[in-house]
């Protein structure tokens, strides 16, 4: 039996066609490894809260420390440049009066002390015009035991001077050792006065005025 040479041809070219053919070509899609322990922050933990109260309360702290004394220096100064302004106008203000009361006003031509003028007892230094008429002192002793923080006219300051207060003695210190002459009993109470003025600051800060009135 004769086989067609065609047909075989045939039949081995669509055995061979079949094997050769390829299949579908699959698209290669990477898995995506799922991401383990994933949170999501919406706050602060109980732990972070009270470690950041911590830090603000040493941060103020600090600052409280460095800032306030800085703060309290400055007021002090400020104070003190005030209160060295009262004392110099009272004490320039007491320098200007007459040496005593039984001196003479104008001039210096008599002198207590000289002659037949006596010059005030260390008891009796004051004002004898009365504490309240200031306007009217007119020689150094009325200023003695004043505590009115007040302008020569007798017109009050306090206000612009609120917290301060003022203290000011004035005695006989004829050998100016710094002493009084009713406490040493040195010297004598014709030849000079010691004027003393104490401006307390309202921080409490003192600040000390001193000059002597000589005899003339």
């Known amino acids: 039996m004769q086989i ?4 075989l041809k045939q039949e081995f070219k669509q055995e061979f066609k079949q094997k ?7 698209e290669f899609k990477p898995k995506r490894k799922p991401i383990l322990n994933q949170k999501r922050h919406s706050g ?3 732990i972070e809260l009270v470690i950041g109260i911590i830090v603000l309360a040493l941060s103020f702290s600090i600052i409280s420390t460095i800032i306030l004394p800085a703060a309290r220096q400055s007021a002090e100064q400020i104070h003190q440049i005030r209160a060295a302004e009262l ?3 009272m004490l320039n203000e007491i320098l200007a009066k007459a ?3 039984n001196s003479d006003m104008a001039g210096g031509e008599v002198r207590c002390g000289e002659l037949s003028t006596s010059c005030t007892p260390e008891v009796d230094l004051g004002a004898e015009e009365g504490v309240g008429n200031r306007d009217q002192f ?6 003695h035991d004043l505590t009115a923080i007040e302008n020569q006219l007798g017109t009050s ?6 917290g301060f207060s003022v203290s000011v003695t ?5 050998d100016y050792d710094g002493v009084c002459y009713a406490d040493d009993g040195n010297g004598d109470n014709k030849t000079a006065k010691l004027i003393t003025i104490t401006v307390t600051t309202a921080q409490d800060y003192e600040i000390t005025f001193a000059s002597y009135k000589a005899n003339f």
């Open 4 to 7: 067609s040479t065609r047909f």
């Open 20 to 26: 050769l053919k390829l299949e579908p070509k699959q």
């Open 44 to 46: 602060f933990t109980l």
């Open 87 to 89: 004392g110099q106008a």
């Open 99 to 101: 040496f005593d009361e």
């Open 138 to 143: 007119d020689d150094v002793d009325d200023y």
């Open 157 to 162: 300051m306090a206000e612009v001077y609120r």
């Open 170 to 174: 004035v005695c006989n210190d004829g």
